[in-house]
């Protein structure tokens, strides 16, 4: 080889580099372990823009962009953490360990902030909080009324979204499989059902539908076709074609834009969009709060008597930011079951959600209408759980020192625009919100819906009344409705029932009031409370959806007493919307005729007594008190209970995974305690006993029994012998152990304690050698095992009391120790008479001879 033939030879072989070899591959050497390689750094880019795709679901949720940080700060420590892990060549448990760590240790500072400066630090509380968040968030955030506060203890729910696609991403992406289609579709899966996941806690109205579908169809084809190009590039070879990668992503571009049109044309109405809020119920029952309506009689006049629930002269509220004449709701009534008109959830058809739900600062409302900000303060005469609103709420703040607490608990009910707070409300809260005036004002022109309403059986005697009072109104449901509202108001009479002739027109508006004393009654007597329960009534009959409303007038100056409260009735009209039928278009203002004469003549025998007054179905202020104090007592308990759980600053969850779980781990750990507990006192009874013999024979049965439990088959018998044990004990000192025990059982002389003491060191470490041939698993297993608990056979002490001599005294020891005490399965010889013992266990040694 020439001169210049070598120099060109090793010029080469510097440009491949050390370790090429013949084979004309250069060797790349990275330049530290923790730093990514190509591959990986696209890895991590795709994981982290499919986990911002992911995290633009909760877009409609939230309000703000706090959540997405906290969702891609998440993502990027769970990227960080990942490939840490995997460049230090640990298992993947190993990050996922790591990253529960950082979820409770970061989640405090990063989604607990509106709690205080207590959720700063990684406290019993704090943690407590981030984990009920974590396991019972999704409850919350279902039932929630979107958009929800973005700065509320919820950003868990993102935070952890967030955590879990950097940590599925990167993590499939790095997963050892063999198959190379497997290899490259893994992460591209996982990161698919994390997005689903994200979809089903989102609501029917997505963020963007371009983003979750196009967008992150584009990418995750991009993704896999890398991927499946890198671990097919060994079988391929070949050099890089930027036509075929134009080709790829133009046919990516017409995928995402055929299958956006195509999506949403075969899914219809965004209203069918597949999400768990559509079946999930919240948790809130709002029948248990009893009818304002049934109350009605606390707001009126009684003219010189005096009741301590009677608020007709006290302020209940002062209202700020509307003008007089503005009616302000207490509570919307949707159905009748016969006794009273109550509110409850789903009762009504609509688009708006009828369901009491919680709500954030922002309300997602969508009515049309003038807005208005007002601001009301509860006054001496208010109380109980239902919150004075006006219009549609668009948000709602609290003002008072406990704002934070009625916030997590207020509900309201998008169709019926009532409030509520569970707690209850006190005089001097006060709040401010942001509403919408609609439009309600019931004209010629309305319409009503024909909607069917079902009305409870209770109710069938309100047919008759309708269809007599209805006859020249011709078909039209709406025209219907007005004239029977004023057939009432022409024809009825207005009684609160206060004045000494007119207690009997009592009080409710259950179907015996409406009916008997009230439609079919001579006269029509009763007040707001009877002529809104009943024109509801009747409209719903008619066919125009209909539902009682309480509420005031506001007067001027803003100040409401209870002799401003008024109800109402609001009628469905065909496009939707509730229009409101004015108490004076259905409610007289003529006092009636007195029907029983004031006088002081004393009553004759053929005078009959008015019935007396049958009581309204029960309100919360007029229970007994009694009554009331066990139920606020019962119901402070089970709030407390379920709050604070069985421990202070743990939450319920943790009781009740205590109760269902830890309970009966306890049994169970306490059973095999109990397990190791008798091994140990027999070992204990063995090594003490009363003669040297005894203590050699309990040795022995302590390894015969040590190796049973570890699973070794070992003979037992009245017949068998030690040698013969020996020969099943997986154990290198068991034969002499054996011929130890023989030795010194049936040697002439009775053995020492101290011989005793040294053999059962020596069975000790047999023991402990055997135990150590074993795996862990397998030594527990002996520990707790029952078979040496068990006996080893039939006639064990009447064979040992055969073979011990009357005249030995020793000897008949030993055969109550090793043969009856200790059940060991096998005589236990005497030393009398050793010279025939020793050559029958000589015998028994060699064998049975031909």
Same mark, same amino acid.
């Given at each position: 080889?020439?001169?210049?033939?070598?120099?060109?030879?090793?010029?080469?072989?510097?440009?491949?580099?050390?370790?090429?070899?013949?084979?004309?591959?250069?060797?790349? +050497?990275?330049?530290?372990?923790?730093?990514?390689?190509?591959?990986?750094?696209?890895? !991590?880019?795709?994981?982290?823009?499919?986990?911002?795709?992911?995290?633009?679901?909760?877009?409609?949720?939230?309000?703000?962009?706090?959540?997405?940080?906290?969702?891609?700060?998440?993502?990027?420590?769970?990227?960080?953490?990942?490939?840490?892990?995997?460049?230090?060549?640990?298992?993947?448990?190993?990050?996922?360990?790591?990253?529960? +760590?950082?979820?409770?240790?970061?989640?405090?500072?990063?989604?607990?902030?509106?709690?205080?400066?207590?959720?700063?630090?990684?406290?019993?509380?704090?943690?407590?909080?981030?984990?009920?968040?974590?396991?019972?968030? /999704?409850?919350?955030?279902?039932?929630?009324? &979107?958009?929800?506060?973005?700065?509320?203890?919820?950003?868990?729910?993102?935070?952890?979204?967030?955590?879990?696609?950097?940590?599925?991403?990167?993590?499939?992406?790095?997963?050892?499989?063999?198959?190379?289609?497997?290899?490259?579709?893994?992460?591209?899966?996982?990161?698919?059902?994390?997005?689903?996941?994200?979809?089903?806690?989102?609501?029917?109205?997505?963020?963007?539908?371009?983003?979750?579908?196009?967008?992150?169809?584009?990418?995750?084809?991009?993704?896999?076709?890398?991927?499946?190009?890198?671990?097919?590039?060994?079988?391929?070879?070949?050099?890089?074609?930027?036509?075929?990668?134009?080709?790829?992503?133009?046919?990516?571009?017409?995928?995402?834009?055929?299958?956006?049109?195509?999506?949403?044309?075969?899914?219809?109405?965004?209203?069918?969009?597949?999400?768990?809020?559509?079946?999930?119920?919240?948790?809130?029952?709002?029948?248990?709060? &009893?009818?304002?309506?049934?109350?009605?009689?606390?707001?009126?006049?009684?003219?010189?008597?005096?009741?301590?629930?009677?608020?007709?002269?006290?302020?209940?509220?002062?209202?700020?930011?509307?003008?007089?004449?503005?009616?302000?709701?207490?509570?919307?009534?949707?159905?009748?079951?016969?006794?009273? /008109?109550?509110?409850?959830?789903?009762?009504?058809?609509?688009?708006?959600?009828?369901?009491?739900?919680?709500?954030?600062?922002?309300?997602?409302?969508? +009515?049309?209408?003038?807005?208005?900000?007002?601001?009301?303060?509860?006054?001496?005469?208010?109380?109980?759980?239902?919150?004075?609103?006006?219009?549609?709420?668009?948000?709602?703040?609290?003002?008072?020192?406990?704002?934070?607490?009625?916030?997590?608990?207020?509900?309201?009910?998008?169709?019926?625009?009532?409030?509520?707070?569970?707690?209850?409300?006190?005089?001097?809260?006060?709040?401010?919100?942001?509403?919408?005036?609609?439009?309600?004002?019931?004209?010629?022109?309305?319409?009503?819906?024909?909607?069917?309403?079902?009305?409870?059986?209770?109710?069938?005697?309100?047919?008759?009344?309708?269809?007599?009072?209805?006859?020249?109104?011709?078909?039209?449901?709406?025209?219907?409705?007005?004239?029977?509202?004023?057939?009432?108001?022409?024809?009825?009479?207005?009684?609160?029932?206060?004045?000494?002739?007119?207690?009997?027109?009592?009080?409710?508006?259950?179907?015996?009031?409406?009916?008997? #004393?009230?439609?079919?009654?001579?006269?029509?007597?009763?007040?707001?409370?009877?002529?809104?329960?009943?024109?509801?009534?009747?409209?719903?009959?008619?066919?125009?959806?209909?539902?009682?409303?309480?509420?005031?007038?506001?007067?001027?100056?803003?100040?409401?007493?209870?002799?401003?409260?008024?109800? /109402?009735? #609001?009628?469905?009209?065909?496009?939707?919307?509730?229009?409101?039928?004015?108490?004076?278009?259905?409610?007289? !203002?003529?006092?009636?005729?007195?029907?029983?004469?004031?006088?002081?003549? &004393?009553?004759?025998?053929?005078? !009959?007594?008015?019935?007396?007054?049958?009581?309204?179905?029960?309100?919360?202020?007029?229970?007994?008190?009694?009554?009331?104090?066990?139920?606020?007592?019962?119901?402070?308990?089970?709030?407390?209970?379920?709050?604070?759980?069985?421990?202070?600053?743990?939450?319920?969850?943790?009781?009740?995974?205590?109760?269902?779980?830890?309970?009966?781990?306890?049994?169970?750990?306490?059973?095999?305690?109990?397990?190791?507990?008798?091994?140990?006192?027999?070992?204990?009874?063995?090594?003490?006993?009363?003669?040297?013999?005894?203590?050699?024979?309990?040795?022995?049965?302590?390894?015969?029994?040590?190796?049973?439990?570890?699973?070794?088959?070992?003979?037992?018998?009245?017949?068998?012998?030690?040698?013969?044990?020996?020969?099943?004990?997986?154990?290198?000192?068991?034969?002499?152990?054996?011929?130890?025990?023989?030795?010194?059982?049936?040697?002439?002389?009775?053995?020492?304690?101290?011989?005793?003491?040294?053999?059962?060191?020596?069975?000790?470490?047999?023991?402990?050698?055997?135990?150590?041939?074993?795996?862990? /698993?397998?030594?527990?297993?002996?520990?707790?095992?029952?078979?040496?608990?068990?006996?080893?056979?039939?006639?064990?002490?009447?064979?040992?009391?055969?073979?011990?001599?009357?005249?030995?005294?020793?000897?008949?020891?030993?055969?109550?120790?090793?043969?009856?005490?200790?059940?060991?399965?096998?005589?236990?010889?005497?030393?009398?008479?050793?010279?025939?013992?020793?050559?029958?266990?000589?015998?028994?040694?060699?064998?049975?001879?031909?």
């Amino acid at each position: 080889m020439s001169p210049s033939t070598r120099a060109a030879s090793r010029h080469a072989a510097r440009e491949r580099g050390p370790g090429s070899g013949s084979t004309g591959t250069r060797t790349r +050497v990275r330049p530290h372990a923790l730093l990514p390689d190509r591959h990986t750094w696209t890895d !991590i880019g795709f994981t982290l823009v499919l986990a911002a795709v992911v995290l633009s679901s909760f877009g409609t949720s939230f309000t703000g962009s706090t959540y997405f940080v906290v969702g891609m700060l998440g993502a990027v420590i769970a990227v960080v953490v990942t490939h840490l892990t995997r460049a230090a060549g640990w298992p993947i448990v190993s990050a996922v360990v790591i990253c529960l +760590v950082l979820f409770f240790l970061l989640g405090g500072p990063l989604c607990l902030r509106s709690l205080g400066d207590t959720s700063f630090l990684p406290g019993a509380s704090t943690l407590g909080r981030v984990a009920d968040q974590a396991v019972f968030g /999704w409850k919350d955030l279902l039932t929630t009324l &979107p958009p929800i506060d973005g700065e509320g203890p919820l950003l868990v729910l993102p935070w952890m979204a967030g955590m879990l696609a950097g940590l599925v991403g990167l993590a499939l992406a790095g997963l050892p499989v063999r198959r190379a289609w497997l290899a490259a579709a893994l992460p591209v899966i996982g990161m698919t059902v994390v997005l689903s996941g994200a979809i089903v806690l989102g609501v029917r109205r997505p963020q963007s539908l371009v983003v979750q579908g196009a967008v992150f169809a584009a990418l995750s084809l991009a993704w896999l076709a890398l991927r499946a190009r890198r671990a097919s590039a060994s079988v391929q070879g070949g050099s890089t074609s930027w036509l075929r990668g134009a080709g790829a992503l133009a046919m990516l571009a017409l995928a995402a834009g055929v299958a956006l049109p195509a999506s949403g044309v075969i899914a219809g109405d965004e209203d069918r969009r597949a999400v768990a809020r559509n079946w999930v119920e919240p948790p809130f029952d709002i029948g248990r709060y &009893p009818s304002p309506l049934a109350g009605f009689r606390k707001y009126v006049d009684l003219k010189g008597r005096t009741d301590p629930t009677n608020v007709y002269d006290k302020t209940l509220l002062d209202v700020d930011g509307v003008p007089a004449g503005t009616l302000v709701r207490f509570a919307a009534m949707d159905r009748y079951d016969g006794m009273v /008109w109550g509110a409850t959830d789903n009762a009504l058809p609509g688009p708006a959600d009828d369901s009491f739900q919680r709500v954030s600062s922002t309300i997602d409302n969508p +009515v049309d209408g003038e807005e208005v900000d007002v601001t009301i303060t509860l006054g001496e005469g208010w109380s109980g759980v239902w919150l004075p609103t006006v219009g549609a709420l668009r948000s709602m703040s609290f003002e008072t020192a406990d704002a934070r607490a009625k916030a997590e608990v207020f509900r309201y009910n998008l169709a019926t625009s009532t409030a509520v707070v569970p707690t209850g409300l006190q005089p001097g809260d006060r709040y401010t919100f942001t509403a919408v005036e609609p439009d309600d004002e019931l004209t010629e022109e309305t319409v009503g819906s024909a909607e069917p309403t079902v009305l409870s059986p209770a109710a069938a005697f309100i047919q008759q009344p309708t269809e007599k009072w209805t006859e020249g109104a011709g078909t039209d449901p709406m025209d219907r409705v007005l004239a029977a509202a004023e057939h009432l108001r022409s024809e009825g009479k207005y009684s609160d029932g206060v004045g000494r002739t007119e207690r009997v027109y009592v009080a409710g508006h259950s179907s015996w009031r409406l009916s008997d #004393e009230f439609v079919n009654a001579p006269q029509i007597v009763g007040n707001d409370e009877q002529y809104a329960a009943t024109m509801a009534l009747i409209a719903n009959e008619i066919g125009v959806p209909a539902r009682v409303v309480l509420g005031a007038v506001v007067p001027e100056g803003g100040r409401v007493t209870g002799k401003e409260v008024a109800a /109402w009735v #609001e009628l469905r009209a065909a496009d939707g919307s509730w229009r409101t039928l004015p108490t004076e278009s259905f409610t007289p !203002i003529t006092p009636p005729a007195d029907q029983v004469p004031e006088t002081n003549t &004393p009553m004759s025998g053929t005078v !009959i007594p008015p019935p007396n007054p049958i009581p309204p179905p029960s309100d919360a202020g007029e229970q007994s008190d009694a009554d009331l104090k066990e139920r606020r007592a019962t119901r402070k308990k089970s709030e407390q209970d379920e709050e604070d759980g069985l421990i202070p600053d743990v939450p319920g969850w943790f009781g009740v995974v205590l109760t269902y779980v830890g309970v009966p781990l306890l049994v169970v750990a306490l059973l095999l305690g109990a397990v190791v507990g008798i091994k140990a006192w027999r070992r204990h009874r063995r090594r003490s006993a009363d003669s040297a013999s005894a203590r050699f024979v309990g040795a022995w049965r302590e390894l015969v029994d040590h190796a049973r439990d570890l699973g070794q088959v070992v003979p037992l018998g009245p017949s068998v012998t030690r040698r013969e044990q020996s020969a099943g004990i997986v154990s290198g000192q068991a034969g002499a152990l054996a011929r130890r025990a023989d030795s010194f059982v049936f040697g002439p002389r009775t053995p020492e304690v101290a011989s005793a003491t040294t053999y059962w060191e020596s069975v000790d470490a047999e023991r402990r050698a055997m135990s150590r041939e074993v795996g862990r /698993w397998q030594r527990v297993r002996a520990a707790v095992s029952l078979r040496s608990l068990r006996p080893g056979g039939r006639g064990q002490a009447a064979a040992a009391a055969a073979a011990a001599p009357d005249t030995a005294a020793d000897g008949a020891a030993d055969a109550a120790a090793g043969g009856q005490a200790d059940g060991a399965g096998e005589p236990r010889p005497t030393p009398g008479r050793a010279a025939r013992l020793r050559g029958l266990a000589d015998w028994r040694s060699r064998g049975t001879p031909d």
